[in-house]
């Protein structure tokens, strides 16, 4: 079955830690993505890879890293820079090349709590 | 600057009613538009799309529409069932930059009985 992974599913850190969110692809997709969702609020950017070794900040990168060493792993390591680290972290994939092959395609979303 | 808003963050309809589920947008360099339907605690999965060179698109109890003089976008769902209650992302994209896309807020459909 292809799809995308994303572990774990629930993860609690102490306030100052960094951590690192897993994010696994088997679907061929060129381009990833991670967002986080906050109560109320839809979907927020925060870095983009359209190719391995090469990624973008998105709309809310600061207090993020990340990494695109292989085609079907995009992790995203949260760090004690970012503020309100709380929140539901998605990752997206998406095949490159446009036309009709526009749609994101998400995994089931990793919870955050800093403690 | 919340270039794709949804205004209404909740709606109830009955079942085998219609749902209309409402969208506008500011960018004008959007051409790509999507609608994600959401369950809670987990991803947001694609429901149906369109390009800004259509006015509407239909996939079987799904249609969008897109009127891009009010920039505005719907989203229609007949019959209504109980398993649409969910959250519904309404999203939009200049596909010449890398598809990022701009989420709305998302609008809670519930679907009684």
């Known amino acids: 079955d292809g799809g995308i992974t994303q572990s774990p599913k629930y993860l609690f850190r102490k306030e100052g830690q960094n951590v690192t969110l897993s994010c696994e692809q088997n679907l061929n997709h060129d381009a990833m993505y991670w967002y986080r969702q906050d109560p109320g609020q839809g979907l927020r950017l925060i870095y983009y890879?359209?190719?391995?070794?090469?990624?973008q900040k998105g709309d809310i990168a600061e207090g993020y890293s990340v990494s695109r060493e292989k085609k079907e792993s995009f992790p995203l390591t949260v760090t004690s820079a970012q503020k309100n680290p709380t929140a539901f972290y998605l990752c997206?994939?998406?095949?490159?090349?446009?036309?009709?092959?526009?749609?994101?395609?998400f995994g089931p979303g990793t919870r955050l709590t800093v403690l | 600057d919340q270039q794709v808003k949804q205004n209404s963050p909740s709606l109830s309809v009955q079942e085998g009613r219609i749902s209309i589920l409402n969208c506008d947008y500011t960018?004008?360099?959007?051409?790509?538009f999507l609608w994600y339907k959401k369950y809670p605690a987990e991803g947001p999965t694609f429901l149906i799309s369109?390009?800004?060179?259509?006015d509407k698109n239909e996939d079987g109890r799904f249609t969008v529409f897109l009127n891009k003089s009010a920039k505005h976008l719907s989203l229609h769902i007949v019959p209504s069932q109980p398993g649409d209650s969910a959250v519904y992302f309404c999203a939009a994209m200049n596909t010449g930059t890398a598809s990022k896309l701009t989420f709305g807020t998302g609008t809670r459909l519930q679907v009684t009985l």
């Open positions: 997206a994939s998406r095949i490159a090349g446009g036309g009709s092959y526009n749609e994101q395609f």
């Open positions: 369109i390009s800004s060179i259509k």
């Open positions: 960018n004008s360099m959007f051409d790509y």
């Open positions: 890879s359209q190719i391995v070794n090469d990624f």
